[in-house]
Structure formats: C-alpha cells, structure tokens
C-alpha cells in the first residue's frame, strides 16, 4: 500500500478524505485524533489509477487494520466501498476506472491542486462549526 511514493496532491487529498469522514475508520468506526497517521486514506481503485485517483468517491478513510483487511478479502472490500456511496457514484468511479485513460501530468495540475485545498478547507470548516 505504500509502495507509491506520496506527493503534495496525495497529502492534500489524503486530509481532504479524513477530514470529510470525520477521522472515524468507515470500516470499524474507532475516531481518531486529527493529524493521525493511524488513519489512512483508503483508495478503492489503488493509486496507480490516475482516473481515480483523486476522486472523493474513490477514497475513505481506514484504519491501518482495517486497510489491511480490505486488501486481503476484495469482496468485502466492494461492500464496504458500495454501502458508502450511491450506485451513481460507484459507477462514476467504475466508468472513470474502466473507460478513461488519466495520465499523470493530465491530473496533478496547479488547478486540481487548489480544487482539492479548496474541498479540504471547506470539510475543515464544517468542523468549526459543528456540535461534535
Ligand atoms: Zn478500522
């Protein structure tokens, strides 16, 4: 999993993703302390899937047990992903997957990057103003 070396877009995104699911493991539901590395950003899609890459719909965020576990048994892996999101969303992502070719210097552009430093301070914000 961490075979891929990280950028800056992956750090953005990879705070964006903890952020939006409130640093909770979508999978066991332990909360997490932000800024924790115990907490990951999940991909469905790996990575290496630049289509996907940084798509929210793509991502959730894991604790490093959990992640473990969905890459050993795939199929849970799909019922986790599927519960979170919308049939739309799933088939973005499969479409994006399946039927688009992203290279690398297509999607880490500056405008993709303030695209996700903008979702990341909108999810923060929501966290000042929120009760729990
Ligand atoms: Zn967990």
Redesign the pocket.
């Known amino acids: 999993m961490a075979s891929i070396k990280r950028n800056k877009f992956d750090s953005v995104f990879s705070d964006y993703i903890r952020y939006r699911d409130k640093w909770t ?6 909360k997490y302390p932000v800024k924790t590395r115990g907490l990951q950003c999940s991909h469905f899609y790996g990575r290496r899937s630049y289509a996907t890459r940084f798509e929210p719909a793509n991502a959730m965020a ?6 473990v ?1 969905v890459a050993e048994y795939p199929m849970e892996h799909v019922d986790l992903w599927e519960s979170k999101f919308t049939k739309e969303e799933t088939d973005y992502i499969n479409h994006l997957h399946y039927r688009t070719n992203v290279k690398k210097n297509q999607i880490e552009t500056e405008e993709t990057y303030q695209k996700l430093r903008r979702m990341l301070n909108a999810e923060k914000d929501k966290g000042f103003t929120r009760v729990k």
Not at 25 to 30: I, L, S, V, W
Not at 62 to 67: A, E, G, K, Q, W
């Open positions: 493991c979508q999978r066991c539901n332990k894991l604790c490093y047990r959990c992640h576990h």
